[in-house]
């Protein structure tokens, strides 16, 4: 089949401004964007410029907007994007660099700053154990790959740059929840600010654009009510969560 993407360009070095351009190509229905991007990049314009790697829903490097949605390229089929002109742009939320290739640094400050990995004390002499019972408790954040994506999506992070945003909620929730980390208070009270949880105030994008189906709303609102019941209703900010 026939089908036409219309990609968001710009080069900061020459351009004065972004542009749009029509590349009209042959793709098979079962073809994912991200195969599109690629005849377009090796066979027509060697110019056109975007991340990717595992090509297979894994690193979360390919994120950007599609027909007006935040989601990977090698995960969306180009029989599930409804219309021949496919329209792709860069996230939204943060600086192009060139083409569908935005700055991120930004946003990995953000998740460093809450600290995205276990701290778990001494090491036992043999392996630290957690129960299935408590693994569950992290449900499906374990999922998430970082891609940016409920980011880039969230009304309160375009508008907000301060906002942590879902992501690093997502990761934060991961460690608070996780039994064998032992610095669930403090990560519970460095999320307890009014751009922390409180900020976020319910729109839901960010579980619906997820690629890995995780619902961070969801996860955003169990911290709210873990941080409640941890430190009481007077340290509780802006709450507007259901
Ligand atoms: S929560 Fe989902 S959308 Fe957000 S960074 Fe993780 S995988 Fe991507
Ligand atoms: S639920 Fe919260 S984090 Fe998710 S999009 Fe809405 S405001 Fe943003
Ligand atoms: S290229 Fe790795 S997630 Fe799409």
Redesign the pocket.
């Known amino acids: 089949m026939k089908v036409t993407l219309r990609i968001y360009r710009f080069d900061p070095s020459v351009d004065e401004a972004p542009y749009y351009r029509n590349y009209a190509i042959e793709a098979e229905p079962h073809e994912r964007v991200l195969d599109c991007l690629n005849r377009i990049k090796w066979e027509h314009d060697g110019t056109l410029s975007y991340r990717m790697s595992c090509a297979h829903g894994v690193c979360?490097s390919d994120?950007m907007k599609i027909n007006g949605r935040?989601a990977l390229a090698c995960q969306k089929l180009v029989r599930d994007c409804e219309a021949d002109l496919i329209l792709v742009e860069p996230l939204p939320a943060f600086t192009v660099l060139k083409d569908l290739i935005v700055d991120l640094t930004p946003f990995f400050e953000k998740v460093d700053f809450i600290r995205p990995y276990l701290i778990a004390g001494e090491p036992p002499e043999k392996e630290r154990l957690q129960s299935p019972e408590d693994r569950n408790k992290m449900g499906e954040?374990i999922?998430?790959?970082?891609?940016?994506?409920?980011?880039a999506?969230c009304p309160v992070a375009n508008e907000n740059e301060t906002f942590l945003g879902?992501?690093p909620l997502?990761?934060a929730f991961r460690r608070i929840f996780d039994s064998r980390d032992i610095e669930r208070v403090e990560r519970l009270q460095q999320l307890n600010v009014e751009n922390g949880v409180w900020a976020c105030l319910n729109h839901y994008e960010?579980t619906r654009?997820?690629?890995?189906?995780?619902p961070?709303t969801k996860y955003i609102n169990t911290t709210k009510r873990e941080i409640k019941r941890v430190f009481g209703p007077t340290q509780e900010k802006k709450d507007t969560s259901a």
Do not use: F
């Open positions: 979360g994120a935040c954040s999922r998430c790959i970082l891609c940016a994506c409920c980011t999506a879902p992501a997502v990761q960010c654009v997820c690629p890995k189906e995780i961070v």
